[in-house]
């Protein structure tokens, strides 16, 4: 694969062209790949659809190296052509997007150079694109305040600052809005949301039911809401609850749609992804399945072990020397037993005596808490966690034989999961270690 690292250039963003190069020199030699460096808002979307254009057979990988505008500007570069994929380093103040995913590591190079692509949807604003959130109303004009506010250099809580300033000139927007061919409203609206994934400024959770898989938008919409009441909603807005308290749901129009259409008499701006667009008049709808999303590998460390047969030692060895294990004699004795189990559990039973391989790997969650151990193998199906735990309680010639080494594993580990997919047997093993 050949990777095109799309990187931030704005002058507060310097730092990130000596992140990625210090992570490019850490993968090792081998890498096949160029970088290009942005020099203003919608370059990387001109610069990643003319190298389309010029490329549309060619496979690659385009790498957003910035926050959610740089990985909204790249998507969109995108749309349209084929073996064209889509990586994030996310190396901005926020990236609202990678929120989507918790459990992976949006900064690892390592992780993404080892990760699975995914198909995900992306919303067409016009002739304009958005792969998580529009704003609308409300929300708009805090995401155009904040958003002048970071451009001008100026330090602090933009965000806020753009609540305060919406809240003498944003809280009754005239816009007739159609979902679906559905008037959604008659008189002024407070806020209207379009979402394809879940979270906005950093740290509301505007959509928490949105899959950016289903082939649908996300749409909320409030009508009008005063100062007092929006300063006691805003915390539920915050964690998500705004469908769930009933003070709050009679307030919301809620639907999953496929199309929606803006219209107001007067200029307005709308906000895709931290962008903002001007307009009169907006034709809304979702692209199914438009985007391949390189998705980072929620282990960092794996290697193939092909035959296994006489190799547990060597397997568990392995696995034991990654550095996402930490050095705490008592959190490795209880790994070291619950990898000894399973890994010879594969070893002996998988390939019913034959010669097959089993892939191992370690990763860490982007905090450092949740240590993951992955065991693959294309073997005869058999779902270990399905054998009922031995009674411990009756001595060893009153017990049934067998299941006493996987009991071990879900007493040493936090969570263990079992599946099948692809001719493959997959367990995952979790402890937490921080």
Known sequence: MHYIFVINNREDKRWISAEVDRQIHGAGPGLDYEIYKTVGIGDAT?????????HPRAECCFVACGGSGTVNEVASGMVGFENKYLAILAYGETNDFTKYYPDR???????LLAGEPRKID????NDSYSINVINVGFEAVVA?????LSE????GDNVNRGILYALLNGCRNRIRVEADGERMNHRRLFLCTLSNCRWIGGRFLCAPYA??????IEFSLVRRMSWLML??????????EQFELKPWKRMFIYRRVRSVTLNAPSLIDICLDGEMLSGHSFDIRILPKEINLILPSVVSMKKRFEPIMDKCGEIVDYLMSSPDIPQDSSLRFKIRLSVEEAVENVVRYAYEGGVGWIEVGTGLDPEGVMLTILLKDAGVPFNPLDKPDPDVTLSAEERQIGGLGIFLCKKLMDHIEYKYEDGCNVLTMTKKIA
Do not use: Q, T, W
């Not at 992306?122 to 604003?125: D, S």
């Not at 001008?152 to 330090?155: A, L, T």
């Not at 300063?231 to 998500?240: A, K, N, Q």
């Open 46 to 54: 001109r610069f990643v659809r003319i190298y389309c254009d010029l």
């Open 105 to 111: 590591d949006f900064r690892s190079l390592r992780n």
């Open 122 to 125: 992306i919303i067409k604003v």
């Open 144 to 148: 155009a305040k904040a958003y002048m």
């Open 152 to 155: 001008s250099g100026r330090p």
């Open 211 to 216: 899959d950016n898989e289903d082939g649908l």
């Open 231 to 240: 300063l006691l909603f805003l915390p539920h807005y915050e964690r998500g």
